[in-house]
């Protein structure tokens, strides 16, 4: 009889933990700055110590929430405000070290062990209990969890008070306006962005705080620790068919904190599956126990986005004593997927292998949730599965920030994106370059941070928090630069191979080892806007890790944190002007990143209002350009390409697909569009149509239809051919140059792109606005107003499909802006998911778009606003 099928029985045999539960401490605490405080923490923490004058705390959360949420400071996102809260550098440490307490209730009986854990606390804190003082020294790092069995300490009739101070880093660091302000942040193993970078103003607290989760564990004898499940996927794998076994390997840490050896069985269970192995934890020790390896048979393997589904298994490892009474368990989620990579000596780079499949990456860089960290579990889930409605594959999580939460990292499981994920490292502070911005010379910066052992250690802590991840793919010595040669060696000669060793270990960011820079340079960007064309025959590093340009929003995502009186639209000077653009002083606050003259082509803006509409259509072009460039360059220039950057976790104009609100912008869309897996598109430089096949199957019997219409909605057939096209692969058809140039000459003209499948149904369709001879768009200066209908309704709760039709022998429907709003209030309802947006409907056609959203008191009663280029506003109510 085969192993599995014994399971149920020897199930039954066991008895479940009496007492097993974890839970967190998010409610109810209590701060106050360390000034005002006369006592000790031994006393503080004694629960009939009267905490008078004290304020309600935001935990998780910084000092500056906390502030913020007793409205002591105005809000830093918005407008100026930030400048009006006192920055850390002027008012010394002590200003910003703040005491929390925490009153809860819990008590153990028996065998039970009552453990405390703190999941970050930046920088530095001590912790009392009842009295008692929890660390025997000051605990040092914002990425190093703490974990404290409070078993003796907890009181008797079960009332209880936890106290922590936290003091900030040191050095704070001089927020003067270079990247990381004068780089001393960084002596810290802490977030360099807080003391300012180009696209963020200085966290005034620098985040000090206890900013991650604080929870209580109850277990029997063992506690079951910092579980390690790799899976082997052998082979060339595809998405759908039967699958080859694939196999499970585990290992765990189990702690026993008693005075007496605990003998029991660590048992592992996936799919229906066990594998266990007795043991026995001597008193007081924690003794890693690794099981036999388990085969799982014809497996749900897991993909990134766009290759294949995300299938996940939930699987336990249990402790049991005498092999009867559960301990303790721990529940993880598992991606069946291997990592791979080889070298491809064409481009001189590194493809990433999933499964024995190259893998095309599509990816963006991510900075942090909120630059405050008030991360939730639905603020990740939406900005993740805005990264899957991109379609990318891929987020590197930038250097000066933080290793991502495991919330983020399961959001990254469930959309398929892969992580590239670095260490606290950036060439701005820790000394890639000379600067002048910097208080220490280049080589005293080499040496950051003060504490190496530190950095090692909250390394090895936090690769076991997030490696059983799926998403996790790349680990990443910093953000342009490698850390110092011990910290290095230790990573890559003791840390990864010990605690992880199935992933691929980067140096730094643009290290010659992922990218072989024959470019010169720094073997990243540009970052600004660009020429069309120039992402088609410019030639880059062949995987970049950081190529950008610009994000700005419509009126009504700028309207919610510049004030009114600052809502001016930037003006070009011209090109011999330093600046080329005249700029409001909130907009330079916020770090705007100019579009120049890009918007000019469409006509000078008028107010904000016209100013975020062209915008919108230059952050779209930018954005399909940018993706579509180097797809059509795949395994021939380059394996991969990281958009600097998708997203903002403050409120700048700069480099963001969606505002900090959570608002989309047209760079989603049309980036969405040019990262489609099969994918149609046009080439600018030399007018041919060109198609891209990222799947690992053969496309066939697929129609190309290539149709232009005038800005009066006349069509012209251009050619209508079956085409087909290989796995992995870009290949051109039919050069249109002489045709585009004689139909675009006057007035500029619309080009529609189609692959159909045997039923006449687009599988990609692709709509471009082509300029005049002159490169001026001055048909769609002169449009007629299109008749759009738009019609709505829900078809599920939080769900709402519109219909947009534009009669025959009309205009095109040009660029219209489908938004979901609340009918009273007329704001728009965030987070919304579109299937798409800022669409065009041809004459005579039809465009269905399917939105969610979350029913609620914001929600409202639900309506739908849609706006287009020559498509007057119209709100509709949402049929029920």
Same mark, same amino acid.
């Not at 110590?49 to 996102?77: E, H, I, M, R």
């Not at 960084?186 to 929870?215: E, F, H, L």
């Not at 910290?487 to 080892?513: C, H, M, Q």
């Given at each position: 009889?085969?192993?599995?099928?014994?399971?149920?029985?020897?199930? =039954?045999?066991?008895?479940?933990?009496?007492?097993?539960?974890?839970?967190?401490?998010?409610?109810?605490?209590?701060?106050?700055?360390?000034?005002?405080?006369?006592?000790?923490?031994?006393?503080?923490?004694?629960?009939?110590?009267?905490?008078? $004058?004290?304020?309600?705390?935001?935990?998780? $959360?910084?000092?500056?929430?906390? /502030?913020?949420?007793?409205?002591?400071?105005?809000?830093?996102?918005?407008?100026?405000? &930030?400048?009006?809260?006192?920055?850390?550098?002027?008012?010394?440490?002590?200003?910003?070290?703040?005491?929390f307490t925490k009153d809860f209730t819990e008590k153990v009986t028996g065998d039970e062990q009552a453990w405390l854990h703190l999941r970050g606390v930046n920088y530095s804190c001590d912790v009392f209990l009842n009295g008692q003082k929890l660390n025997a020294q000051t605990h040092h790092g914002m990425f190093l969890r703490q974990t404290y069995n409070v078993t003796p300490y907890l009181a008797k009739d079960g009332k209880n008070r936890l106290a922590v101070i936290v003091y900030p880093p040191d050095p704070v660091g001089n927020p003067n306006g270079g990247q990381g302000g004068d780089?001393?942040?960084?002596?810290?193993?802490?977030?360099?962005?807080?003391?300012? %970078?180009?696209? *963020?103003?200085?966290?005034?607290?620098?985040?000090?705080?206890?900013?991650?989760?604080?929870? *209580?564990e109850k277990t029997q004898q063992i506690n079951v620790k910092n579980p390690h499940i790799i899976t082997r996927v052998p082979g060339k794998r595809k998405p759908t068919g039967p699958q080859a076994p694939a196999t499970v390997q585990v290992s765990a840490e189990l702690d026993?904190?008693?005075?007496?050896?605990?003998?029991?069985?660590?048992?592992?269970?996936?799919?229906?599956?066990?594998?266990?192995?007795?043991?026995?934890?001597?008193?007081?020790?924690?003794? /890693?126990?690794?099981?036999?390896?388990?085969?799982?048979?014809?497996?749900?393997? %897991? %993909?990134?986005?766009?290759?294949?589904? /995300?299938?996940?298994?939930?699987?336990?490892?249990?402790?049991?004593?005498?092999?009867?009474?559960?301990?303790?368990?721990?529940?993880?989620?598992?991606g069946v997927r291997e990592i791979q990579r080889e070298w491809n000596t064409t481009t001189q780079s !590194?493809?990433?292998?999933? &499964? $024995? @499949?190259?893998?095309?990456?599509?990816?963006?860089?991510?900075?942090?949730?909120?630059?405050?960290?008030?991360?939730?579990?639905?603020?990740?889930?939406?900005?993740?599965?805005?990264?899957?409605?991109? &379609? =990318?594959?891929?987020?590197?999580?930038?250097?000066?920030?933080?290793?991502?939460?495991?919330?983020?990292?399961?959001?990254?499981?469930?959309?398929?994106?892969?992580? !590239? @994920?670095?260490?606290?490292?950036?060439?701005?502070?820790?000394?890639?370059?000379?600067?002048?911005?910097?208080?220490?010379?280049?080589?005293?910066?080499? /040496?950051?941070?003060?504490?190496?052992? =530190?950095?090692?250690?909250?390394?090895?802590?936090?690769?076991?928090?997030?490696?059983?991840?799926?998403?996790?793919a790349i680990w990443c010595g910093g953000n342009e630069i490698?850390?110092?040669?011990? *910290?290095?060696?230790?990573?890559?000669?003791?840390? =990864?191979?010990?605690?992880?060793?199935?992933?691929?270990?980067?140096?730094?960011? &643009?290290?010659?080892?992922?990218?072989?820079?024959?470019?010169?340079g720094n073997g990243d960007g540009p970052y600004g806007i660009q020429n069309l064309r120039s992402f088609w025959q410019h030639r880059t590093y062949p995987f970049n890790s950081e190529v950008g340009s610009v994000g700005v929003g419509d009126e009504e995502s700028l309207a919610r944190f510049v004030p009114p009186a600052n809502m001016v639209p930037p003006r070009y000077l011209g090109a011999d002007k330093k600046p080329t653009e005249a700029v409001d002083s909130v907009w330079q606050y916020h770090l705007y990143i100019g579009y120049e003259d890009h918007l000019l082509p469409y006509g000078a803006p008028k107010n904000v209002r016209d100013f975020g509409l062209k915008a919108q259509l230059v952050n779209y072009d930018q954005y399909r350009a940018l993706m579509e460039g180097f797809s059509s360059h795949m395994w021939e220039w380059y394996t991969g390409s990281i958009i600097w950057k998708t997203q903002n976790p403050w409120t700048a104009l700069r480099g963001q697909m969606y505002d900090y609100y959570l608002d989309p912008n047209a760079c989603l869309y049309g980036l969405r569009t040019g990262s489609e897996p099969l994918h149609v598109m046009y080439n600018p430089v030399d007018s041919a149509v060109v198609l891209v096949n990222n799947t690992f199957e053969t496309k066939r019997d697929l129609m190309l239809v290539v149709d232009a219409y005038d800005m009066a909605g006349k069509k012209t057939s251009l050619t209508q051919v079956i085409v087909e096209i290989n796995p992995s692969q870009a290949k051109k058809y039919l050069p249109i140059a002489g045709t585009m140039r004689k139909l675009a000459r006057e007035k500029g003209t619309f080009l529609m792109l189609q692959l159909q499948d045997l039923n006449k149904q687009p599988v990609s369709q692709n709509f471009y606005w082509i300029p005049d001879a002159k490169g001026q768009y001055s048909g769609l200066q002169t449009m007629n107003k299109a008749p759009l209908g738009v019609s709505a309704r829900q078809t599920a709760p939080g769900k709402v499909e519109v219909t947009l039709t534009n009669p025959a022998n009309q205009p095109v429907a040009f660029f219209n802006r489908v938004s979901l709003v609340n009918q009273q209030t007329q704001k728009r309802v965030l987070p919304t998911f579109y299937s798409d947006n800022y669409v065009s409907v041809l004459p005579g056609g039809r465009q269905t778009i399917t939105l969610d959203y979350t029913p609620g008191a914001e929600a409202g009663t639900p309506a739908v606003s849609v706006e287009g280029w020559n498509v007057a506003k119209q709100v509709v109510p949402v049929a029920q």
């Open positions: 009889m085969s192993p599995h099928k014994l399971l149920l029985p020897l199930l =039954l045999l066991t008895t479940p933990l009496l007492a097993q539960q974890r839970y967190e401490l998010n409610t109810g605490w209590q701060a106050t700055p360390k000034s005002k405080v006369s006592v000790d923490g031994a006393a503080l923490s004694q629960p009939t110590y009267a905490l008078s $004058g004290w304020q309600p705390a935001v935990v998780p $959360g910084t000092v500056l929430t906390t /502030q913020l949420a007793n409205k002591q400071v105005p809000d830093p996102f918005y407008g100026m405000n &930030n400048k009006q809260i006192p920055d850390i550098y002027r008012t010394g440490r002590d200003y910003y070290t703040y005491w780089g001393t942040i960084a002596r810290n193993a802490t977030t360099q962005y807080t003391a300012g %970078w180009d696209w *963020i103003q200085p966290i005034r607290d620098r985040n000090t705080g206890i900013w991650d989760k604080v929870t *209580i026993n904190p008693t005075a007496k050896a605990v003998a029991g069985v660590l048992r592992y269970t996936i799919d229906g599956r066990t594998v266990e192995q007795k043991v026995t934890i001597p008193a007081r020790t924690t003794q /890693q126990v690794s099981l036999k390896d388990l085969s799982l048979p014809n497996p749900k393997l %897991w %993909w990134p986005n766009g290759y294949g589904e /995300q299938p996940l298994y939930e699987s336990k490892l249990q402790f049991l004593v005498r092999g009867k009474t559960v301990s303790d368990e721990e529940t993880v989620q598992v !590194m493809e990433v292998h999933l &499964n $024995g @499949q190259k893998i095309f990456i599509k990816g963006g860089n991510w900075i942090i949730s909120d630059a405050m960290l008030r991360f939730t579990d639905a603020r990740y889930d939406a900005e993740i599965r805005f990264h899957r409605d991109m &379609n =990318l594959n891929l987020i590197r999580v930038w250097g000066g920030a933080l290793v991502e939460r495991p919330e983020f990292y399961q959001a990254c499981d469930k959309y398929g994106m892969l992580v !590239m @994920q670095d260490f606290w490292m950036s060439g701005d502070a820790n000394g890639r370059w000379v600067d002048p911005m910097k208080l220490e010379d280049q080589w005293t910066r080499r /040496q950051y941070p003060n504490d190496h052992q =530190l950095f090692i250690k909250s390394a090895a802590d936090q690769v076991k928090m997030v490696r059983n991840h799926a998403s996790l490698t850390p110092p040669k011990d *910290i290095l060696t230790a990573l890559e000669d003791s840390v =990864l191979p010990k605690l992880d060793g199935t992933r691929w270990f980067v140096p730094y960011s &643009n290290s010659d080892s992922m990218s072989y820079n024959n470019q010169g």
